[in-house]
């Protein structure tokens, strides 16, 4: 039943800024790794930015000096804050968690999705 929720796409003008969020619930016994993905038309969805365990975090080489992930650990919530946004990154970003279940066993979950259109 664990279930992650996103919000905070929408069209922006090249140079704008969103803030994506991720909130987390069900049962999670330990996140191991949470972070964003994303997909534009006719691609692969591929790694935007995750915290992979402790403060380590990673970064698209497209991404940085632009787009920094945050978490709230007690509400299980990543953020997303996109700055100086280019038509490029046009997508439908989404969240992605790596955790243990209280079966001592690995998941992986994604969220619905949310749209993100870079567009003068």
């Not at 994506?20 to 691609?43: D, E, F, H, V």
């Not at 920094?68 to 970003?93: C, F, G, H, W």
Request: a positive charge.
């Amino acid at each position: 039943q664990v279930q992650l929720v996103e919000s905070g796409g929408g069209l922006v003008q090249p140079g704008g800024s969103l803030r994506l969020s991720c909130a987390a619930s069900g049962s999670i016994a330990r996140i191991n790794a949470m972070g964003w993905y994303r997909q534009a038309p006719g691609k692969q969805r591929e790694l935007v930015a995750t915290f992979t365990g402790g403060d380590s975090t990673v970064y698209a080489d497209s991404v940085k000096g632009r787009f920094t992930i945050s978490r709230d650990n007690a509400k299980n919530t990543v953020y997303l804050q996109m700055n100086s946004l280019k038509p490029e990154d046009t997508a439908v970003y989404y969240c992605h968690l790596s955790y243990l279940h209280w079966n001592n066993l690995p998941y992986n979950a994604w969220g619905q999705g949310t749209q993100v259109t870079v567009s003068s």
